[in-house]
């Protein structure tokens, strides 16, 4: 959805003769490595899996095409992995594609249209044997792991974006960002017992990433309008489902890193995007530049791999042509990049 005003035919054409044709990863290597999700461009219908093995580097760019001879579908948005498989959200299409784990092979292709009204899923989290999708027409879907089927819908806010969980309560960011100037503020809290709303707390203008700490509390986002009014970092207590404090700093992006988070945010001084340690346990940004990004040109996700103990970057380069994942050290310093799908936005990892 980022990606609207970058759209252009000739660019298209352009990256449709630029792409990479890898010959397939063997099946049975799918492991020890990264399963990339590229957004592709609005409306173009080329949203891809790039994998990139950390056995021996090898790229394997258009993964759904090659093991399931079709495309993936028009921007992707979420990716995870819940038991024997991985839960793919489709937003500009209006699916969830379920692949095998082990495989990558579509299980089932999951409609999220309501009617002639799409969805427009955003995000996806689990609990309890359920998927919990949030979608921009002002609900979460629920949906059963086992019959992959959609058991229930709950009303939120307006057009809900990030999800976490903590407490045995779902956090709902409502972003409210289709409705621009009039952006929702609110999280809905849903009890995840009864499957109902139970509260909405005003955290700030156009929520949209949240984040459970391993304390329990949750952080958000508030994107703000993206001029006049800045993007923060909230605290809720999910114990009282009260808003705590907020951070005065432009924060952007959340990202886990062992108990503490990497966030991102724009340093206005340097007129530069930075990764700052954020202690979770003192609650105070602990470093406000913790890595070097020179080798960065569209910072577009932050992802950290606990099992080889090493951090990633997202680079979307200019949105029009493919991207990198950025590899780096646990202490920051960068490693190597491995040259992936059109604008790479969230990571999966196998082990």
Do not use: W
């Amino acid at each position: 959805m980022r990606l609207i005003k970058f759209l252009s035919c000739l660019c298209l054409l352009l990256y449709s003769c630029g792409k990479n044709n890898e010959p397939p990863i063997e099946t049975e290597s799918i492991s020890n490595g990264a399963l990339v999700l590229c957004e592709g461009l609005f409306q173009q219908n080329n949203a891809q899996l790039s994998f990139v093995s950390f056995n021996n580097n090898q790229i394997e760019n258009n993964v759904f095409l090659n093991r399931n001879g079709r495309q993936l579908g028009d921007t992707g948005n979420d990716i995870k992995k819940y038991g024997n498989k991985i839960y793919i959200v489709v937003n500009v299409s209006s699916t969830i594609e379920v692949l095998d784990a082990n495989t990558l092979s579509s299980i089932k292709q999951i409609s999220m249209m309501n009617g002639n009204t799409a969805k427009q899923p955003r995000a996806i989290v689990f609990h309890g044997g359920l998927a919990f999708v949030s979608c921009f027409d002002g609900y979460v879907d629920v949906i059963d792991t086992t019959s992959l089927s959609i058991n229930s819908r709950i009303q939120v806010g307006s057009n809900p974006d990030g999800l976490a969980i903590a407490n045995n309560k779902l956090y709902v960011g409502n972003s409210g960002g289709l409705n621009s100037p009039l952006m929702d503020s609110t999280v809905s809290v849903i009890d995840l017992n009864t499957l109902q709303e139970i509260k909405k707390i005003t955290v700030g203008m156009n929520p949209g990433t949240i984040q459970a700490d391993p304390f329990g509390d949750i952080y958000v986002v508030t994107r703000g309008n993206y001029t006049s009014i800045p993007s923060r970092m909230k605290r809720l207590n999910s114990v009282s489902d009260s808003l705590e404090q907020t951070f005065d700093l432009d924060i952007s992006g959340i990202s886990s890193f062992n108990n503490d988070f990497l966030v991102t945010y724009y340093d206005f001084t340097s007129s530069q995007n930075n990764v700052g340690l954020f202690n979770t346990y003192t609650e105070e940004l602990e470093l406000d530049s913790f890595m070097p990004l020179e080798e960065v040109e569209t910072l577009y996700g932050l992802h950290y791999n606990p099992s080889n103990n090493k951090i990633y970057i997202s680079d979307a380069m200019n949105y029009t042509n493919t991207g990198y994942l950025r590899e780096y050290d646990a202490e920051g310093s960068y490693l190597q990049s491995f040259h992936v799908g059109l604008n790479p936005s969230k990571v999966l990892f196998y082990e």
